[in-house]
């Protein structure tokens, strides 16, 4: 039954809608809508009650669908949360598209990089903890280091890879497939900070951000010398044995 609403949902956006006379945009197709009604929906609760607290049939409830067809977009909870950070992981990337346009110095694109996001998470930073108490836990599907979490870490280290190489600073080739996982575990610990942080407007993380961009892009432009190199190579080495899921990140890179 679940199988043939959905079927129905996606034949209806097979068909062609077009704009209205208006000249409006097309409306998403209907499963899409469906799908990002539950996200919302989730995301709403999970305010309001907590995580834990929080129910796939709460969730269906309040979203006027059906357990089934929940289930059918998402197979659990954490596949919500792992909805939400796909999400997240989009608008960033949208979001810094102007600045990796506009600007070639490395300091100012880490910093740009750094505060859209900071932009792009601010309406979800009064339930953050929520996700952050779950998402710590290493054995959790949740954790940014899991394999459930691939495709957006995946996706923020591309902005980093991105920010490194559309820069006027010179660095080292052989270093450039490890410095952008560098600058990702660099947002983790913002994040990690950001989480934490109540003061007004998240300031504090914001002038984190002013302070650290430039060392960031200090540390990349002297890592191209001789004498720096092991340095850079010992500390991923350190990560890649001991962070959960660096080492399949790094496989999938070297292959």
Request: charged share 25%; with cysteine.
């Amino acid at each position: 039954m679940v199988k043939d609403e959905k079927n129905v949902a996606d034949a209806n956006a097979a068909k062609p809608t077009g704009a209205d006379p208006a000249g409006k945009a097309a409306k998403a197709p209907k499963s899409e809508q469906t799908r990002t009604l539950i996200l919302e929906t989730a995301l709403r609760l999970f305010e309001e009650r907590g995580y834990d607290r929080t129910t796939m049939r709460a969730i269906a409830q309040e979203a006027g669908v059906s357990v089934g067809n929940a289930y059918y977009y998402f197979s659990s909870k954490e596949h919500l949360v792992q909805g939400f950070y796909d999400r997240i992981a989009a608008d960033h990337e949208a979001a810094v598209r102007p600045v990796l346009a506009d600007e070639t110095d490395l300091a100012l694109r880490i910093r740009g990089v750094l505060l859209r996001w900071l932009d792009v998470a601010e309406p979800y930073h009064r339930f953050a903890a929520q996700f952050f108490k779950n998402a710590a836990d290493p054995e959790s599907p949740l954790s940014p280091f899991s394999e459930e979490s691939v495709g957006a870490r995946e996706a923020v280290i591309s902005v980093h890879e991105r920010c490194l190489t559309g820069s006027s600073t010179k660095y080292d080739a052989e270093l450039g497939g490890i410095l952008p996982q560098l600058m990702w575990l660099m947002q983790m610990g913002l994040v990690l900070f950001w989480v934490y942080d109540r003061s007004e407007g998240t300031g504090r993380s914001r002038r984190l951000v002013e302070r650290t961009a430039p060392i960031a892009a200090r540390a990349i432009a002297l890592s191209r010398f001789r004498v720096l190199r092991p340095l850079v190579r010992q500390v991923h080495e350190v990560l890649v044995e001991f962070m959960p899921g660096a080492r399949g990140a790094q496989d999938v890179r070297s292959s």
